[in-house]
């Protein structure tokens, strides 16, 4: 005779380990959620549940920005951080703007970063 596998101390005799009666199935360890998590991009995600049997997360800078907006984002919406810093997500430090402008916005602060450190900018794609 051995102590059942569960934990609930009782007897058995039972090949598997669990008392039938008692445990007709093991106890199963649940995965611990991680309810916030940074991505390897530097954003901070927070869980959101689950979604077709897996966690699922979404970026804080969204939830926040689409608190404030009341609405979700269209699909050519992103949200940028002004400060360039992913884990800033205040208010103030986001900006909502279409793929389009924030493309260019990345290219004009890029091209400000070349002038400032190295004196020079990048070309123009377009010329």
Known sequence: MSLCKCGCNQETDEISGYKIRHCDKPKIKRKKIDYERITKDGYKEVYAGTR???????????????????????????????????LDNRNS????????????LH?????????????ETIPDAKA
Request: aromatic share 10%.
């Open 52 to 86: 077709n049997g897996r966690n699922y997360y979404r970026s804080e800078h969204v939830l926040i920005v689409e608190k404030v907006l009341g609405r979700h984002l269209k699909k050519n919406e992103l949200v940028h951080h002004i400060n360039g810093d992913g």
């Open 107 to 119: 290219k004009k602060m890029c091209d400000l970063y070349m002038k400032e450190k190295f004196g």
């Open 93 to 104: 430090n986001l900006l909502v703007c279409d793929r389009g402008y924030h493309s260019w």
